[in-house]
C-alpha cells in the first residue's frame, strides 16, 4: 500500500525563521492530511487538504499539493521555539469499495531554536 | 473537556505476562483505532473498530486482541505471543470508520516497555 514519505528527517531552525517540509506519496489520493506531535504525546490534525486543491493556508501554515508530482509541502512561516515538534503526512488508501484507511508517513522532525 | 483517554501512560510488561492498555472517550465517535508507533517511525494500524461488538485487524495485528463492549472503551491487551512489545502505543477515534476526509483524535499514547 502507498505511503507518504517526509523529507527532510531532521529539520533545525532558528526562531523566526520559515519551516518546510515535503511528503511524497506513491499512487493517487483523494486527499492527504498533515498532523503534528509533540515529544512523548499523541498526534494533533492540522490540515486536510483535497485532491483537487492546490494550496490552502490555517493561521502560520501554508500547505500546497501537487498531484502531478504526487507531492505536498508544509510550510510553517515566522516559526517559533513552541513549533518544535514532529510532522506527519497521512494519505488514504482504499482497502475495499468505498472504505479507506490512513497510511502515516515516517514524518519530520522539527528543532525551533530560540 | 471532550476527548480521549489513555492510560496508564506507562506500562513496563514482564516476560510472558499479557498488559492491558486502555482507551476511553466522549467524543461519542463510532470508529476507534489503535497504532504502534516505533522510534523515528510512522505508525502503523493494529486494530480498528466501526461500531460496537466489531473490530477488525489492521497491518500488524499479530500478538494483539481488542474489545468493544462499549462505545467509549476499546482496551488493547499484548499478549505473550507479541515478541517484541516494546513501543508507543497511540489511540485514536473518529466520527466514522474508514471514510474519506475523516480526521482522526489522538489520545496521549502509552509507553510500553519490557523488563
Known amino acids: 500500500s502507498q505511503q507518504g514519505e517526509e523529507d527532510p528527517q531532521a529539520l533545525s531552525i532558528q526562531e523566526g525563521e520559515n519551516a518546510t517540509m515535503n511528503c511524497s506519496y506513491k499512487t493517487s489520493i483523494n486527499n492527504l492530511q498533515w498532523y503534528r506531535q509533540n515529544s512523548g504525546r499523541g498526534l494533533v490534525h492540522l490540515i486536510l487538504i483535497r485532491s483537487n486543491e492546490r494550496e490552502k493556508h490555517s493561521g502560520r501554515l501554508r500547505v500546497t499539493l501537487d498531484t502531478s508530482k504526487k507531492s505536498s509541502s508544509l510550510l510553517i512561516t515566522a516559526s517559533r521555539a513552541a513549533d518544535t515538534a514532529s510532522y506527519f503526512c497521512a494519505t488514504d488508501d482504499l482497502v475495499m469499495d468505498s472504505s479507506y484507511k490512513l497510511i502515516f508517513g515516517s514524518g519530520t522532525r522539527l528543532l525551533v531554536r530560540p | 473537556d471532550g476527548g480521549i483517554t489513555q492510560s496508564p501512560k506507562y506500562l513496563f510488561r514482564k516476560e510472558g505476562q499479557n498488559v492491558t492498555l486502555s482507551c476511553e472517550q466522549n467524543l461519542n465517535h463510532d470508529a476507534m483505532y489503535w497504532y504502534r508507533q516505533d522510534p523515528g517511525q510512522g505508525l502503523r494500524l493494529i486494530y480498528y473498530s466501526q461500531i460496537v461488538n466489531d473490530f477488525q485487524k489492521g497491518d500488524i495485528a499479530e500478538g494483539y486482541s481488542v474489545s468493544r463492549e462499549k462505545k467509549e472503551s476499546f482496551p488493547l491487551t499484548v499478549t505473550s505471543a507479541q515478541k517484541n512489545p516494546t513501543a508507543f502505543y497511540l489511540c485514536?477515534?473518529?466520527?466514522?470508520?474508514?471514510?474519506?476526509?475523516?480526521?482522526?483524535?489522538f489520545g496521549s499514547g502509552t509507553q510500553l516497555s519490557v523488563l
Open positions: 485514536a477515534s473518529s466520527h466514522r470508520a474508514q471514510r474519506l476526509n475523516e480526521k482522526l483524535f
